[in-house]
């Protein structure tokens, strides 16, 4: 940081080689601390050296004397705390780092490690991804803390994931910007100018406060930004020196400005009218929802305006958008016959109607439309007021005929009181003719969907049709959360079971980033632990080995959830990629002694996941390979998870 | 496609191969094997049930002519096999695996299904 003010009488670094030294840290003017630091190595090392005696004891003693005296004042960092506990942040999941000990210290003793509660991580990826999880059940952000590079590094595919996915996560980053007084070693190699710079492409706003007012700014700020549709991570670094020096007295008292939610982008009225008139008037209208129902009452807005238009859903399954159980939701397929699209909040518009198939010649894939060509788009997407340039994450581009750059459960009401008043008397015979064939359509679709599901009942390894309903028939009469991406592999629950509110699915990364599943599950899971709800992780097994720790964060904080793995012992989502290369090359995939060509199967040895969890304190039971043995070992872990343990069951499944 | 019927691989992706006057010898149980080691059970399951990856392919596979020309050609997510990576031998047996997969049960059948 700049230091616009002289610094205090016990200089932070004078005072932790006092610390080093049993309290005998004495008073120096500014420019003598300089000059020891350079003659006065053994009293200087860094911390990341071996301790000697004097530092082991000093480290498990009793200090003689505490912070506040040594430093001179009351720590900055303490202030920090004051201001983050005006946000009524619960939680902070974290891997605890060096570079910010000073509000790591303040939160746990100084604010009593509540609002929020430190979590302790084994992965920066883990806490972030805990972080977004929880965002999507309680809808309120986490912070995390990083250690500026390396953990920030290792937090940085979990930001990805939640700026694409538009959620809200503050990720501070403790980083020692004085290079003249930071400690030498490890703390300068893990110290950069800028380390937001590393997540700045998908963050939403960042900063670096000289200040502690500048912090308090900053952070209220960085939290309004953050949630404000479209959501999206922002990112603090947190000067270490700022942390651990004392507040001041320089005739500005310090202040903590007050949080007023903004509110969320409508759609022009002239855009909405247009799109009301298109929609009221269409033969077969389709509404296609990805990240539409921010919270339930999304889930009621367009459940209205579907049954005002009898209009065909497609829930993409960003959110947990429309009920699959109402009689107006449709495929993806069903876009294939309409004359008006409605995309809300699409991740891809331009592949809801038109689609890529990667079997072209010379390996150049093939781009077809699903769509008619008169038919009319519209979009209502607040992506489009957050664009970025270098991630390629806003895809295609698609030219649409009406375009909302809006939040769309928030302009949902306007466009249905302007649907309602752009439909004719003698459109309505029509609009309710086609509600009665979508009743008919939606019941066959069901019988056909149960059909397949029959399909290799018995299997071993066990079907994941069966496996779903085998843990359907065991949490049916709870209050359940379904916690995991199951659609990376398979979207049975989504087709069985019957998801009517907004947190049965919580839909996925965003980003693909692999290693999402087991953390976000357990931020997820925690958020429903403290509503009253019983959370079900269906597990990818490669997603569990990108940072298992979590699952001891999970067992150590006493966050319960259900596990199931979905263990196909391999990266199926690779399988047909080398297979596809090698088909087109004429050669013959080299499965080694695996099943699938070699580098993408998890076999050789077979993990035991149970084990894993088991040894993080879960309980935990498997393989369990045989498909009758599934529904009994499944009520066991129910009972379990229900007194408020986590518990997970290995389950050899078919690949998808 | 055996080799025995003597046909190339162009009149079996044309789906011409017909009255082969009965030289097939295809084993269900060799099939089995080929279909996991060519990796048709990543996308379509070990009894070629289908999922969110690959279409189903048993019980009631498709004809072998269909069938063959499709695996040959496939213009659509499925990457062609050419015979240099799925012999005509490996394909007959596999598709005689398909068939050997017993009708499904009817779901009302199941009582997890009807919950």
Sequence with gaps: MARKHPRPQVSRRKFLAGVAVAGAASAVPPAQAATSASTSAAARRPSALPPTMHVAAAESGTPKELSQARIGGVPGSDFMVDVIKTLDIKYLPSNPASSFRGIHESLINYGGNKMPEFLTCAHEESAVAMAHGYFKVAGKPLMTLCHGTVGLQHASMAVYNAWCDRVPVIVVGGNDLDAAHRPPGVPTIHSAQDINGLVRDFTKWDDTPVSLQHFAQSFVRAYKIAMTPPYGPVAISLDAGLQQEPIRNNGEKLYIPRYVPTSPPQGDSGAVKEAARLLANAQNPVIVADRAARSENGVRLLVELAELLQAQVIDQGGRMNFPNTHYLHRPPTAVGNADVVLGLELTDFWATVNAYIDNGEHGIGVNTSRVKPETKLISINASELLTKANYQDFQRFQSVDVSMPADAEATLPALIEAVKAAISADRKAAIEKRGEAAKKAFAEGRDRTRQAAALAWDASPISTARMSMEIWAQIKDLDWSLVSVSGVGFNWPNRLWPMEKHYRWLGASGGYGVGYGAPASVGAALANRDLGRFSVNIQADGDLMFAPGVLWTAARHNIPQLAVMFNNRGYHQEVMHVQRLSNFRNRVANLGNDMGPIGTSIQNPDIEYHKLAESMGWWAKGPIKDPAELGPAIKEAVAVVKSGQPALLNVWTQPR | ?115
């Excluded at chain 2, 009149?11 to 048709?40: N, T, Y």
């Design chain 2, 1 to 115: 496609m055996r080799s025995v019927c003597g046909l190339g691989p162009a009149v079996l992706a044309a789906g011409l191969v017909l009255g082969c006057g009965g030289a097939f010898a295809a084993s269900a149980e060799k099939g089995k094997a080929a279909f996991i080691q060519h990796g048709c059970w990543q996308c379509h399951g070990t009894e070629g049930q289908g999922g969110q990856a690959g279409a189903r392919l048993a019980p009631a596979p498709l004809p072998i002519e269909t069938f063959t020309a499709f695996v040959r050609t496939s213009n659509r997510a499925m990457p062609p096999y050419p015979e240099a990576v799925l012999s005509n031998d490996d394909l007959a047996d596999i598709h005689a695996y398909l068939e050997a997969i017993p009708k499904r049960a009817d779901y009302k059948d199941i009582p997890l299904l009807n919950q």
